[in-house]
């Protein structure tokens, strides 16, 4: 799976936006961008994904820049509950058209949110 | 309401004393996988599962078993625990195609003394 790299912590204020980037210059044609978060004491939460086109849900945003070596997760009022580790993942397809699910886990970035 | 569910959430045992950790889903997923977590070393794969009866090794399987019987159910075996397998395990599953999300479960801190 191709590698990403994130910074390793941010700081945001509450009810303010973040912007969460992660770097993956070597990303393929058929790499999905997926963000999942952890949160103290808890398991890996799904947060948002996308190929090509920006993509928003009821969580975040997500900006894939347009050569896709780079994005940028988008919390638009960052609360509390959202201080947890966010991580920045590639999935890619095998040879039959399914990656099976693997995640591959970095360090992730830490962010904090002050009240 | 979609879940995976593992047991126990904690467990304190000592070498060699075999063991089992449950992990079940409902939302009927083909693919499950085990993880673990250890400080400054991320979350690991340690096996996953394709289908029923096809698991195969992820990135850290010495020292684990699994099996999958039936399509809900991936329990993680621990034949001889050792120290070094002491750690916060997750269980989780998909459906099995890169394009969807991962469920993961609440988590098992396991200690082996």
């Known amino acids: 799976d191709a590698k990403t790299t994130q910074p390793n912590s941010m700081e945001s204020n509450e009810e303010e936006p973040v912007h969460l980037p992660c770097n993956h210059s070597t990303i393929s044609g058929t790499d999905y961008i997926h963000w999942y978060r952890q949160l103290p004491s808890q398991g890996p939460e799904y947060v948002i994904h996308g190929l090509t086109s920006n993509v928003n849900n009821r969580m975040a945003s997500l900006a894939i820049a347009e050569d896709r070596k780079s994005s940028t997760l988008i919390l638009h009022r960052a609360t509390l509950r959202d201080a947890a580790v966010y991580y920045c993942?590639?999935?890619?397809?095998?040879?039959?058209?399914?990656?099976?699910?693997?995640?591959?886990f970095g360090q992730g970035t830490i962010l904090t949110v002050h009240p | 309401e979609a879940q995976v569910t593992q047991n126990p959430r904690y467990l304190i045992t000592v070498t060699g004393k075999k063991l089992t950790v449950t992990c079940s889903q409902n939302?009927?997923?083909?693919?499950m996988s085990w993880y673990r977590q250890d400080p400054g070393l991320g979350l690991r794969q340690i096996y996953y599962s394709m289908n029923v009866e096809v698991t195969d090794k992820g990135d850290v399987p010495e020292g684990y078993k699994v099996s999958r019987k039936e399509k809900r159910n991936f329990p993680l075996i621990l034949e001889s625990p050792s120290p070094n397998q002491t750690s916060l395990y997750f269980c989780?599953?998909?459906?099995?195609?890169?394009?969807?999300?991962?469920?993961f479960g609440q988590g098992t801190r396991l200690t082996v003394v």
């Open positions: 989780a599953s998909s459906l099995g195609q890169g394009t969807t999300e991962a469920f």
């Open positions: 993942i590639l999935r890619g397809l095998d040879a039959g058209g399914t990656s099976y699910g693997k995640l591959t």
């Open positions: 939302m009927n997923h083909e693919y």
